[in-house]
């Protein structure tokens, strides 16, 4: 799986990342571009298969080059590219996956702009007739991310229970946010992080939108948040999370 995933990297010299998935039909790509989310997710995949004890280290090297080569791409808005960050689940992922790394050794800290020397003009050389907007860091692209992922579960504790509040994200993209927000309060680096009151608001109210037998659609996510709440306020992990995770 790994193997065809790396089969997935652009193969040219644009900073566009993934390539969609392969039509054998037409022997090609569609999308040509794997949308934002999906090379984020990868990354995150990637990297957590990175950590799995076991692996060959040539493997582990490969794994990790490939994440560091999607998240680095993903910072590089190329002509025509839309922002990873408009999509939450997107800023997520970018989340779990720079954590991942850091396990491993590997991954930057979340830095907010002006933290950045390469705040301003960190300017990429692109193909050309392919231009490139000017790029933050990855520092500051996962400070972006983490401050979006913050502001939204924020959002999630303050209209836990309300009724009256609509909301566009479902309870899976909202179980994705609260993974990363948890793993992100345990590492915030230099940019805010939710309060371990406000994750536990948030996470019983996702546990509770779902009938109890439908919460194994909120998987993995919703049990990797309550792992690292329980690490943040020692709170018990739920019967079905603890089984899950053993």
Known sequence: LFNHLVGHLWAADEPLGLRGDYDAAVNGYRPAVAPSREQALVAFAVARWASAAGLREDDRTRAIGTTEVVLEELRMVAAGERDPLEDPVTAAAIVLAESQLRRLGRGVRAEAPEDSAAAAGDAIEPAPGTP???????????GAAATDVTVLVATMAATAGDERVSTVLDPHDRAVLLAAAARHALDPGGVLANAPEEL????????ASVPAGELVSLMPWLAMAEADLARLTGRPLPAETAELLQ
Do not use: E, I, N
């Open 132 to 142: 490139v907007a000017a790029a933050p860091s990855r520092g500051q692209l996962l």
């Open 200 to 207: 536990t608001a948030a996470v019983d109210a996702v546990r």
